[in-house]
């Protein structure tokens, strides 16, 4: 059932005032014409008109003040008011209309049953000047009656249904806001985790390069100069490429207008994966990579591969700096694309549920992005990632 919605002190003001009308109005038309037919009421009818009559009106509008909080019980008590109360029959039409407004037949039909009464009873109670018969009297307050209840039920329904409508209208439009708030705030945790995949995958190569070069600068203080510049130089080509991948990634995730939503080049893929191949070499690495693809994957798969293939050789380099890292690649169009990367695992390694990392959670993400599986671990004393990606995602 929809709450009633707060009245200002106008709204209170005009809907009294009209029940007073109503309630003068028919009062005056009542007893008026008694009065200029120099009718003397006796004495108990000249005390009913006059005091008992007033005094009811009064009570029933205190009682309709309170329609709101007892609808029911204030529209019984006005419409029974008004079978011997003319000035009772305002209020008693306002708690009506208002209990209409609930739209509840089972509470509406007992108290119209007793407004209709009441209007019989009126009749009886106050004689007419006209007075044909006592059953014509009584048929044509029933009639007029009956028309206006018709008309006071009729405007409490409508009342209702509109008020019904405007809030249903603005609980939906908070839940629409309600839910574009979570779809704002999903895609920002959507793209702070893709922010995050895209820093870890590009900078964490290079900057590993950076710390195992600086680490043997730091130990190996009894190297030549020639070593040490050499060294040194490396330390710097990577900071500068670290930096120029940071530029690149930024970029990338900064290209939200592009028209068919892929990220702008330059991109990496599986034509770049020698010169990663050869980066790690250079660093001290020993890699045997085996390419078997009949031919370069989509952009989307290749990116995956080259950054699955990143992933792990950026793992060996720092959990097992001195084992030789095998890459094997195969697959084609219609056959998908099968990435294997092993290493053995040293003595004294960290065990493969620590080496789950952040970088292997990314990987997962981007793989399960494509449709495709990813699993690793330790496998005949090697660590061992496997994934199979779809050729087109």
Not at 82 to 102: E, I
Not at 112 to 126: D, K, N, Q, R
Not at 220 to 237: G, K, M, S, W
């Amino acid at each position: 059932m929809t709450p009633p919605p707060p009245l200002r002190w106008w709204e209170y003001a005009w809907r009294l005032g009209l029940a007073a009308l109503v309630s003068l109005v028919a009062f005056l038309v009542t007893v008026g014409p008694l009065a200029e037919a120099d009718y003397e009421p006796s004495g108990a009818e000249a005390f009913w008109i006059l005091l008992a009559d007033p005094v009811l009106g009064l009570a029933a509008f205190v009682l309709v003040l309170q329609r709101r909080r007892w609808p029911f019980v204030v529209a019984a008590l006005t419409a029974a008011f008004s079978a011997v109360s003319l000035l009772a029959l305002g209020p008693a039409t306002l708690a009506l209309a208002s209990l209409a407004t609930r739209r509840r037949p089972r509470e509406l039909a007992p108290v119209v049953a007793l407004t209709i009464a009441a209007t019989v009873s009126m009749e009886t109670l106050y004689p007419s000047i006209e007075r044909e018969s006592w059953w014509v009297g009584v048929l044509s307050g029933v009639l007029g009656g009956a028309v206006v209840i018709a008309v006071v039920v009729a405007i409490g329904y409508a009342v209702g249904a509109d008020r019904e409508g405007r809030h249903t209208l603005r609980e939906r439009a908070e839940t629409n806001e309600r839910e574009q708030q979570a779809r704002v705030a999903a895609a920002r945790a959507e793209e702070r985790t893709r922010i995050a995949r895209e820093m870890h995958d590009v900078l964490a190569h290079r900057i590993s390069l950076v710390s195992m070069h600086a680490g043997a600068l730091t130990y190996r203080d009894d190297l030549p100069r020639e070593q040490q510049i050499a060294v040194a130089r490396t330390i710097e080509d990577n900071a500068q490429l670290a930096m120029s991948d940071l530029r690149t990634v930024l970029g990338v995730l900064r290209s939200d207008d592009a028209a068919d939503g892929m990220p702008e080049p330059p991109q990496p893929g599986t034509e770049d994966l020698p010169a990663l191949v050869a980066e790690a070499e250079v660093a001290g690495m020993r890699v045997l990579l085996d390419n078997q693809l009949t031919q370069a994957p989509p952009p989307t798969t290749g990116r995956t591969l080259y950054r699955i293939v990143q992933e792990c050789l950026t793992n060996a380099r720092k959990h097992a700096p001195a084992c030789s890292v095998t890459v094997s690649i195969e697959g084609g169009p219609g056959e998908g694309v099968d990435v294997v990367v092993s290493n053995p695992l040293p003595v004294g390694a960290a065990t493969p549920e620590r080496l789950r990392g952040l970088g292997l959670l990314g990987l997962d993400e981007r793989v399960a992005l494509l449709g495709g599986s990813l699993d690793h671990g330790e496998t005949g004393g090697r660590f061992v990632v496997r994934a199979s990606l779809p050729w087109a995602a």
